[in-house]
């Protein structure tokens, strides 16, 4: 997983996420609004993309105070779109649906986008990464999306266990996963064409830029609808 190429293929799976939730409308009109988890990039992003949705993002990987409050300066809600940051860890699923930054910026009776980029691989299986999943997916309304992106080894194994060891090695579990295990963040939900894919050819005519080899990239990515 060669950081620059993973980078670069996740960015655009970033956005393209964002561009196709803007147009999905809720049952109250307009985008849906959503609930990030992982980068703060997902928040700016998904502002962007629906200026006119509610975002919260919720982030927590051993980042020092100064990271959190530029984290909370630059996702300040604007005119455009509110938002909010709670310092959470993703496996306190309790803590984060009762906490008062999502009670006060997300109508979770309205249709939300679940927005998991960059983050399940570093979730290892011993703390349940598909029974979390399933807590948050559980309490999304019909009409919901859950847009993730995951590291793999399908498509250079050798690298990828070269790359999960440099993590081991500094305290960081990364665990890649195969397409089939992805997709297994997903049962019970719609999968949206093309389904769990390199994360860089998820409709990659909305984000047209440098052909990358899958190998090269080594990140799957998907959608799914809530029924």
Not at 92 to 109: F, G, V
Not at 172 to 198: K, N, Q
């Amino acid at each position: 997983m060669p950081r620059p190429q993973s980078a670069n293929g996740e960015r655009g799976g970033l956005r393209q996420p964002a561009r196709f939730c803007r147009w999905r409308p809720s049952a109250a009109g307009g985008g849906s609004p959503a609930v990030g988890a992982g980068r703060g990039g997902v928040c700016t992003a998904g502002r962007r993309a629906r200026p006119l949705g509610l975002v919260i993002g919720v982030c927590n990987q051993g980042v020092v105070p100064i990271v959190l409050a530029h984290a909370r300066a630059l996702l300040t809600g604007t005119r455009q779109g509110r938002t909010a940051y709670l310092d959470a860890d993703l496996r306190e699923p309790e803590k984060i649906l009762a906490s008062p930054e999502l009670a006060e910026t997300l109508d979770l009776d309205r249709p939300l986008v679940l927005s998991l980029i960059a983050v399940l691989h570093f979730i290892p299986e011993s703390d349940d990464p598909y029974g979390l999943v399933r807590r948050y997916t559980e309490v999304l309304p019909s009409g919901s999306y859950v847009a993730l992106t995951h590291a793999t080894g399908d498509f250079a194994p050798e690298e990828a266990e070269r790359v999960s060891a440099v993590y081991q090695a500094r305290g960081i579990a990364l665990t890649p996963r195969s397409r089939g295990g992805v997709e297994g963040f997903l049962t019970g939900l719609d999968l949206v064409e093309p389904g769990v894919v390199p994360v860089h050819r998820w409709h990659a005519e909305m984000d047209a830029g440098e052909e990358l080899a899958d190998s090269r990239v080594n990140v799957y990515g998907a959608i799914a609808r809530v029924p």
